[in-house]
């Protein structure tokens, strides 16, 4: 399953692993949602409310598609976020973890705070 998420200054694709919270993302596409970004990572709102999995967590590779349950946003980290230790992407509490981004995941360091962004099936 892929994902198509743009902004004015670019997009990247993403390939989601199948878990109840891609299930419900999907459902919802298209989305256009406004971006937040937070050290390096970009969140949006998704309108969503999906439970925390198992599997949940905080701290996760560059490039991870994650859902904040606590934001009802996904969750975009391309690099260290302010509590991050060292060079982690530390999130700001676990997350459902739905799959990562296709290629650099630094094309997001172009995503600035208000842009709109447009998520779609790829």
């Known amino acids: 399953m892929k994902i198509r998420i743009s902004w004015p200054a670019g997009q990247v694709t993403a390939t989601l692993d199948d878990t109840p919270t891609t ?62 230790r060292g060079d982690e992407s530390r999130l700001a509490s676990p997350c459902n973890v739905l799959g990562r981004i296709d290629g650099d995941p630094r094309a997001l360091a172009t995503v600035r705070g208000g842009d709109a962004i447009h998520v779609q099936k790829a």
């Open 23 to 84: 299930t419900a993302l999907l459902a919802a596409l298209p989305l256009q949602a406004t971006a937040h970004t937070w050290g390096e990572e970009v969140y949006f709102d998704t309108g969503l409310s999906p439970a925390l999995e198992s599997d949940a967590r905080q701290v996760v590779e560059p490039g991870t598609v994650a859902f904040w349950t606590e934001g009802n946003a996904l969750a975009l980290p391309y690099g260290p976020t302010p509590i991050s």
